[in-house]
């Protein structure tokens, strides 16, 4: 079925503002500038800050939730499903695993190249899989086994290849590379935890998906901010590349920011573009399918890694190609995208419409076990 012009819209939209998201945080680390009370100049590395301006990003989709509802309210037939009333602080627990996984994903940034830290996202597929059978009860598909085992063998390349390149022609220190590396799986490994939460919680709740990302955007946001005050006081040596060495010098952003208008403009992008990206994200599932959405966060991949070619942000690598190609094996195999193929092919047809069975009677038990805990709640 051919894609009408605004599916085509929303597909180009997420595509795009995806890889602004990464690449603009990229590009703020990689700025130099004076400091506050004439210190010289040095790089921009505030990972935190970074971090509360996504959140400000992730809590403007609630105020574009209450927009689109207002809207919708007008119009004789309204449309949109605002979802059920719920406290709002049962999103507290994903919304401090987000807030932690993303701090140090901003971290791990500043030490790695673009296109590896966005390879080694990957990762989250792994957890999420492993701790939805722990803690979700969830029966995964063989396919979906194959798919983790392969997405692991793609992390070993690619941390492979930075290992090889030595921290992409010597921009970072090897050390660095490496541990920015080990961040990114850790940094997994909470957003798994974040996901099986609100997958959870989902289950259980009628909430729409922009009023979700705006109450966990507040939370971030809110709490994020305050966190800055203590850190700024909390010395962690060689560790920190702010002049005072300290978790988060917000102050010395700040005046870095007023030196450097261009820091500024990178931030508002990273802003900016996570705000319209999970708008675009939620709209695609809505008007396309999940799987098309799966798709074009693996092509995001692609566009970061040669648009990071085409500045020179980091050196070419064949064996950053071949992690490509088995991640991105590994994440189709795990989210189903291999079933349109199979199921062209008589002998494998059988075969897909068992998985798909599979999957739709483990959906429908995870429903109806939600359905009967929140009528016991209530």
């Known amino acids: 079925m051919a894609w009408t012009k605004y599916q085509l819209f929303l597909a180009g939209l997420m595509l795009t ?27 921009f590395s505030h990972p ?79 957890f999420t899989g492993l701790l939805s059978v722990a803690f979700l009860g969830r029966r995964l598909v063989a396919s979906q086994w194959l798919g983790i085992l392969i997405t692991i063998l793609g992390l070993v390349i690619v941390g492979l290849a930075d290992f090889l390149s030595k921290g992409q022609g010597d921009q970072h220190k090897l050390s660095d590379v490496i ?8 940094a997994q490994v909470i957003v798994s935890v974040q996901m099986v939460l609100e997958e959870k919680f989902v289950y259980k709740h009628d909430v729409h ?45 700040f005046c870095q920011i ?3 208008p261009l820091i500024l403009l990178a931030l508002l992008g990273n802003t900016v573009s996570i705000a319209f990206f999970n708008f675009a994200g939620i709209s695609v599932t809505k008007e396309i399918s999940a799987t098309t959405r799966m798709v074009l966060d693996s092509l995001r991949t692609l566009v970061i890694w040669v648009v990071s ?13 071949l992690g490509f190609i088995v991640l991105l094996v590994g994440t189709a195999l795990y989210n189903g995208l291999h079933r349109p193929l199979l199921a062209r092919m008589p002998c494998c047809a059988g075969l897909v419409d068992t998985e798909e069975d599979s999957s739709l009677a483990e959906r429908e038990r995870l429903l109806d076990e939600g359905r009967v805990q929140a009528n016991e709640e209530s």
């Open 17 to 43: 503002t995806g890889s602004i998201n990464t690449l603009s945080a990229k590009w703020a680390d990689m700025f130099s500038a004076q400091g506050c009370h004439n210190e010289p100049s040095h790089e």
């Open 48 to 126: 935190f800050v970074q971090a509360v301006g996504m959140f400000l990003g992730e809590f403007s989709c609630l105020a574009v939730f209450y927009i689109l509802l207002c809207h919708d309210r007008r119009s004789p037939e309204p449309k949109m499903n605002p979802g059920q009333s719920f406290n709002p602080f049962l999103f507290l627990p994903p919304a401090l695993c987000d807030m932690t996984g993303t701090s140090l994903m901003y971290v791990a940034l500043s030490m790695t190249s673009a296109s590896s830290f966005q390879m080694l996202r990957g990762a989250v597929i792994v």
């Open 179 to 186: 541990t920015g590396d080990l961040l990114i799986i850790m």
């Open 209 to 253: 998906p922009l009023r979700a990302v705006g109450t966990e955007g507040f939370f971030g946001f809110f709490i994020l901010s305050l966190l800055l005050i203590p850190m700024y006081f909390i010395p962690v040596g060689s560790f920190a590349s702010n002049p005072r060495h300290v978790l988060e010098d917000a102050l010395d952003a």
């Open 258 to 260: 007023g030196h450097q």
């Open 309 to 321: 070619l085409a500045l020179g942000w980091e050196s070419f690598h064949g064996l950053q190609v």
